[in-house]
């Protein structure tokens, strides 16, 4: 079946300091990419939607100059969370969908961010 | 706003019974519908979908249940086992094709022997 790799699974960085977070479709050209945010205990929180090739849709509240998305090829996206704070502590999840929906949404395996 | 709810946030079930985890969604443009398994620290586990079209759909274990007039779907899980202990999400679109996902608040579901 789509695998979505996901990396780093877990980072701690210092505040100030911008973090990169990789989403690749293994097996799947991934035309659009999904990235969710999830507090502990909380739900999954779209903050932004990323079509290859296209500038990403961010969701109301997220700030698209905090949270740089890429998306430039079909196996490769990336978010970059720029100048983070404690409050950016959180545990952060990629989905991926093909142009035909063949694989449905493809999540990646998370990554928890810890911002001290 | 909260479009997608599970009012449970918790549910016990002894082994070999049915679970039945329950979702109500308030945006009737939804017609797509998803269950997901969550372990902590890791990515959803997709479980089973179904489109507005149907009130039914069956996998195995897993059965979902759409009223679309009360904007409620519930998950079927018979017989429960130990290794369904988890949290369930419920998720909705507006489409099913690359269309964002809307999530619940999630029911941590136990199972005991």
């Known amino acids: 079946g789509a695998v979505v790799s996901q990396h780093p699974s877990w980072v701690i960085c210092k505040s100030g300091t911008s973090v990169k977070i990789e989403c690749r479709s293994l097996?799947?050209?991934?035309?659009?990419m999904f990235w969710y945010r999830q507090f502990p205990k909380q739900s999954l929180m779209l903050m932004a939607t990323s079509n290859e090739g296209s500038k990403a849709t961010y969701e109301q509240g997220v700030e698209k100059d905090k949270f740089l998305i890429n998306h430039a090829s079909l196996t490769l996206s990336t978010l970059t969370v720029t100048s983070a704070h404690p409050e950016d502590s959180s545990f952060y999840i990629c989905?991926?969908?093909?142009?035909?929906?063949?694989?449905?949404?493809?999540f990646g395996s998370g990554t928890r961010l810890t911002v001290v | 706003d909260q479009q997608v709810k599970q009012n449970s946030p918790s549910l016990s079930v002894q082994e070999g019974r049915i679970s039945i985890l329950n979702c109500d969604y308030t945006?009737?443009?939804?017609?797509?519908f998803l269950w997901y398994k969550k372990y902590p620290a890791e990515g959803p586990t997709f479980l089973i979908s179904i489109s507005s079209i149907k009130d039914k759909n069956e996998d195995g274990r897993f059965t979902v249940f759409l009223n679309k007039s009360a904007k409620h779907l519930s998950l079927h899980i018979v017989p429960s086992q130990p290794g369904d202990s988890a949290v369930y999400f419920c998720?909705?679109?507006?489409?099913?094709?690359?269309?964002?996902?809307?999530f619940g608040t999630g029911t941590r579901l136990q199972v005991t022997l």
């Open positions: 998720a909705a679109s507006k489409t099913g094709t690359a269309s964002k996902l809307t």
């Open positions: 989905s991926a969908t093909d142009r035909s929906f063949n694989y449905g949404y493809t």
């Open positions: 097996d799947f050209q991934a035309t659009t």
């Open positions: 945006n009737s443009m939804f017609d797509y």
